[in-house]
């Protein structure tokens, strides 16, 4: 293994680097300030033009569509070359989008290249490649524990040539904004196959009658617009055959190839988080003075600069494996490493947040410093794309096998 950053991704490192100087950061507060001028004016999920006018510089810069691997389409990057970028992106939870590499269309483009048909292409992954509109991702159901994605109820029956969807979902991502205009939905297409052959996974335009947007769901108080996460409901929604991904039955396998990519998206913007949350913390504690020393003097601030750096980097490392196992060996086998670094980045990055929230005192908490908002993000990843549970009965399991007699 040889994590030395290839030339092409230290061009783009420094590129990507100086954009985040002269055009993000400076950025963050325009976007805080357009997004409650929109809840003034009763249109909080109207998309912002600051993100909008930035889309536009990413673009002239040749910073845009970086994370397709194995592609005709995007920039060509290995999941090693991008997972640097994406770390970057990362330090600004919203900043993804500039890029037009944020979840769940990066998901939802992966998915469609992988496993769509030239018209799937054609009509849906094209505009998503381009900005021109956004997506969501059907899944998760409120009425079953869906961490055991076979409990999903969802039903997409075949009739004629159509297939009729009836379910209601939520943490539906991206649903709340209203650029999207394609879900991916997963839904039992025959519920007495084996287990792992009953779902299926279909496009459903967001316009088709019988989609219904029911509620916005808060992240720990925070409501992600425009972008949100929204509970759905799908009644008698009729769709074509020909909108059904790979044939009936292959939900799970179309699931498997989605999700590897996701997962560790999110485990490389969260390096990147915690990163500056560490940044912030060390400044704060350097300017800040108590019981006569600044608060970097005090051990206890020193012992947790030190444990987050050590976090940080091992998570790094583990991170720059998977995704050169990705790379040489491919998603599905390189499953052992994305589980356990989507144990372990949102994890470290919960603490490090935490830490930099105790330096910054009552600051940490209000909406003077991002780190509240930074830890709303990091805990709900504990459960996006698979709970921390899941992976690690994943990981024992084949640790148990390994030693198996």
Same mark, same amino acid.
């Given at each position: 293994?040889?994590?030395?950053?290839?030339?092409?991704?230290?061009?783009?490192?420094?590129?990507?680097?100086?954009?985040?100087?002269?055009?993000?950061?400076?950025?963050?507060?325009?976007?805080?300030?357009?997004?409650?001028?929109?809840?003034?004016?009763?249109?909080?999920?109207?998309?912002?033009?600051?993100?909008?006018?930035?889309?536009?510089?990413?673009?002239?810069?040749?910073?845009?569509?970086?994370?397709?691997?194995?592609?005709?389409?995007?920039?060509?990057?290995?999941?090693?070359?991008?997972?640097?970028?994406?770390?970057?992106?990362?330090?600004?939870?919203?900043?993804?989008?500039?890029?037009?590499?944020?979840?769940?269309?990066?998901?939802?483009?992966?998915?469609?290249?992988?496993?769509?048909?030239?018209?799937?292409?054609?009509?849906?992954?094209?505009?998503?490649?381009?900005?021109?509109?956004?997506?969501?991702?059907?899944?998760?159901?409120?009425?079953?524990?869906?961490?055991?994605?076979?409990?999903?109820?969802?039903?997409?029956?075949?009739?004629?040539?159509?297939?009729?969807?009836?379910?209601?979902?939520?943490?539906?991502?991206?649903?709340?904004?209203?650029?999207?205009?394609?879900?991916?939905?997963?839904?039992?297409?025959?519920?007495?196959?084996?287990?792992?052959?009953?779902?299926?996974?279909?496009?459903?335009?967001?316009?088709?009658?019988?989609?219904?947007?029911?509620?916005?769901?808060?992240?720990?108080?925070?409501?992600?617009?425009?972008?949100?996460?929204?509970?759905?409901?799908?009644?008698?929604? =009729?769709?074509?055959?020909?909108?059904?991904?790979?044939? /009936?039955?292959?939900?799970?396998? +179309? @699931?498997?190839?989605? !999700? $590897?990519?996701?997962?560790?998206?999110?485990?490389?913007?969260?390096?990147?988080?915690?990163?500056?949350?560490?940044?912030?913390?060390?400044?704060?504690?350097?300017?800040?003075?108590?019981?006569?020393?600044?608060?970097?003097?005090?051990?206890?601030?020193?012992?947790?600069?030190?444990?987050?750096?050590?976090?940080?980097?091992?998570?790094?490392?583990?991170?720059?494996?998977?995704?050169?196992?990705?790379?040489?060996?491919?998603?599905?086998?390189?499953?052992?490493?994305?589980?356990?670094?989507?144990?372990?980045?949102?994890?470290?990055?919960?603490?490090?947040?935490?830490?930099?929230?105790?330096?910054?005192?009552?600051?940490?908490?209000?909406?003077?410093?991002?780190?509240?908002?930074?830890?709303?993000?990091? =805990?709900?990843?504990?459960?996006?794309?698979?709970?921390? /549970?899941?992976?690690?009965?994943? +990981? @024992?399991?084949?640790? !148990? $096998?390994?030693?198996?007699?």
């Amino acid at each position: 293994m040889d994590f030395e950053y290839t030339p092409r991704t230290r061009a783009l490192q420094d590129k990507l680097q100086a954009f985040m100087a002269e055009h993000i950061y400076p950025a963050e507060a325009r976007y805080d300030e357009e997004q409650a001028a929109n809840t003034a004016a009763g249109n909080r999920w109207k998309p912002l033009q600051v993100i909008e006018d930035l889309k536009v510089k990413a673009r002239a810069a040749g910073l845009w569509n970086l994370f397709l691997p194995e592609s005709e389409y995007g920039a060509g990057l290995l999941n090693q070359e991008y997972a640097p970028l994406a770390e970057i992106m990362g330090r600004v939870p919203w900043s993804s989008e500039v890029f037009n590499c944020s979840a769940p269309d990066t998901g939802n483009m992966e998915t469609i290249v992988r496993y769509g048909t030239a018209e799937h292409k054609k009509q849906w992954l094209e505009p998503l490649l381009d900005g021109k509109i956004r997506s969501a991702f059907a899944m998760t159901e409120p009425a079953v524990a869906s961490s055991d994605a076979t409990n999903i109820e969802s039903r997409i029956e075949r009739q004629g040539d159509d297939y009729i969807i009836n379910g209601r979902k939520w943490w539906t991502s991206g649903a709340g904004d209203p650029r999207c205009k394609i879900y991916i939905f997963m839904g039992k297409t025959d519920p007495t196959a084996p287990k792992h052959s009953q779902q299926s996974m279909i496009l459903v335009p967001a316009d088709t009658p019988g989609v219904k947007v029911l509620r916005p769901l808060h992240v720990m108080g925070y409501d992600d617009a425009p972008h949100g996460h929204m509970e759905v409901l799908f009644e008698n929604v =009729r769709v074509p055959a020909s909108n059904i991904l790979l044939g /009936e039955g292959r939900g799970f396998e +179309i @699931a498997q190839g989605r !999700l $590897g990519p996701g997962r560790i998206h999110h485990c490389m913007r969260l390096i990147g988080l915690a990163e500056r949350s560490l940044e912030l913390m060390c400044k704060r504690a350097s300017s800040r003075v108590a019981f006569g020393k600044t608060i970097a003097q005090q051990t206890v601030t020193q012992e947790r600069i030190a444990e987050a750096r050590c976090m940080i980097e091992q998570a790094r490392l583990l991170t720059m494996k998977a995704a050169w196992m990705m790379d040489v060996a491919g998603n599905k086998t390189a499953k052992l490493e994305i589980a356990m670094i989507k144990v372990v980045a949102p994890s470290m990055a919960c603490q490090v947040i935490d830490w930099a929230m105790q330096v910054h005192g009552g600051a940490g908490m209000c909406q003077d410093f991002p780190l509240a908002n930074f830890y709303a993000h990091a =805990r709900t990843l504990r459960f996006a794309d698979g709970p921390d /549970e899941v992976h690690r009965n994943a +990981i @024992a399991k084949w640790e !148990l $096998g390994r030693h198996a007699a």
